[in-house]
């Protein structure tokens, strides 16, 4: 029986430390992440989802058989995470990877502080090289399997993709790939220009348009904007991709495939996040 068909699921759990971390701007700090066993991280995608373990406050994971070997499908670990008490569990959290670096045993990770601070940001903010933690993400023995990617534009010449600071890495990682002949528009939700990190990455043919926070429908109005300039487009020769606040992108995609006739299979949607409340699944 080869390696691939010993692994039952296509993410495995990596246990990694800090190896530095940089202050980027006021709100954003890259975390680089290193462990011998990330050499099995899998580089599939652009906006590849993985989730950071965080420690317990005193350290360490609680017996969930997270680490199992090799690890189990989610319907095991999570279950059994769900079971315990809120204040005996790790906080588990939704990121994309900034870089990947197997080769190298290291990822890095770039983490937004919100105010007011929940676990992830106050984690991200007091972490210091050697502190330990546990990420899941995709393993390259399992061979390709896609799980955990949402970019999958097709033959799509003109796309929109909207993100909050959450999702900057995963869009960053998708402009800088984009073939030749494709066009984007890229809204960059942000609550202060100081921490856009997004826009001097978009360059022509490309388009970024920074949308306020403080503008209560500005970004309902930009999206609705664009539907209506690529309404007379091919179907096919769109696409969307929105990532972010959870209520947002979900609300945004609600907008696009039924006021504006947007296929549902043209719009891709992630949520980093959830206002007032954890988003954990």
């Given at each position: 029986?080869?390696a691939?068909?010993e692994?039952?699921?296509?993410?495995?759990?990596?246990?990694?430390?800090?190896?530095?971390?940089?202050?980027?701007?006021?709100r954003f700090?890259?975390?680089?992440?290193?462990?011998?066993?990330?050499?099995s991280?899998a580089?599939?995608?652009?906006?590849?989802?993985?989730?950071?373990?965080?420690?317990?406050?005193?350290?360490?994971?609680?017996?969930?058989?997270?680490?199992?070997?090799?690890?189990?499908?989610?319907?095991?670990?999570y279950?059994?995470?769900?079971?315990?008490?809120?204040?005996?569990?790790?906080?588990?959290?939704?990121y994309?990877?900034?870089?990947?670096?197997a080769?190298?045993?290291?990822?890095?990770?770039?983490?937004?502080?919100?105010?007011?601070a929940?676990?992830?940001?106050?984690?991200?903010?007091?972490?210091?090289?050697?502190?330990?933690?546990?990420?899941?993400?995709?393993?390259?023995?399992?061979?390709?399997?896609?799980?955990?990617?949402?970019?999958?534009?097709?033959?799509?010449?003109?796309?929109?993709?909207?993100?909050?600071?959450?999702a900057?890495?995963?869009?960053?990682?998708?402009?800088?790939?984009?073939?030749?002949?494709?066009?984007?528009?890229?809204?960059?939700?942000?609550?202060?220009?100081?921490?856009?990190?997004?826009?001097?990455?978009?360059?022509?043919?490309?388009?970024?348009?920074?949308?306020?926070?403080?503008?209560?429908?500005?970004?309902?109005?930009?999206?609705a904007?664009?539907?209506?300039?690529?309404?007379?487009?091919?179907?096919?020769?769109?696409?969307?991709?929105?990532?972010?606040?959870?209520?947002?992108?979900?609300?945004?995609?609600?907008?696009?495939?039924?006021?504006?006739?947007?296929p549902?299979?043209?719009?891709?949607?992630?949520?980093?996040?959830?206002?007032?409340?954890?988003l954990?699944?």
């Amino acid at each position: 029986m080869t390696a691939v068909l010993e692994r039952p699921w296509a993410y495995s759990a990596f246990e990694v430390e800090v190896a530095a971390t940089v202050r980027l701007s006021m709100r954003f700090i890259r975390i680089t992440l290193r462990g011998d066993a990330l050499r099995s991280f899998a580089e599939w995608g652009l906006d590849q989802r993985i989730k950071l373990v965080l420690p317990l406050p005193g350290g360490g994971l609680a017996d969930f058989g997270l680490l199992d070997e090799p690890t189990p499908h989610p319907s095991d670990w999570y279950t059994r995470w769900k079971e315990l008490d809120e204040t005996e569990r790790n906080v588990l959290r939704t990121y994309t990877p900034a870089a990947i670096r197997a080769d190298d045993g290291e990822i890095d990770v770039d983490v937004y502080l919100h105010t007011p601070a929940g676990p992830a940001s106050a984690w991200a903010a007091s972490a210091r090289p050697g502190d330990r933690l546990v990420v899941t993400g995709p393993d390259r023995r399992m061979g390709w399997t896609g799980y955990g990617l949402h970019w999958h534009p097709g033959s799509a010449r003109r796309v929109l993709l909207v993100a909050d600071e959450t999702a900057y890495p995963a869009a960053r990682n998708i402009v800088s790939a984009l073939p030749d002949g494709v066009v984007a528009d890229v809204m960059v939700d942000a609550a202060a220009p100081a921490d856009d990190l997004l826009s001097p990455h978009v360059v022509s043919p490309h388009r970024a348009h920074r949308i306020d926070r403080e503008d209560a429908g500005g970004l309902e109005r930009a999206v609705a904007a664009w539907a209506d300039a690529t309404a007379d487009l091919p179907r096919d020769e769109v696409y969307v991709w929105l990532a972010g606040e959870s209520g947002t992108v979900t609300s945004l995609r609600r907008l696009l495939t039924g006021r504006f006739g947007v296929p549902k299979d043209r719009v891709s949607f992630l949520g980093y996040w959830r206002e007032g409340g954890p988003l954990v699944g």
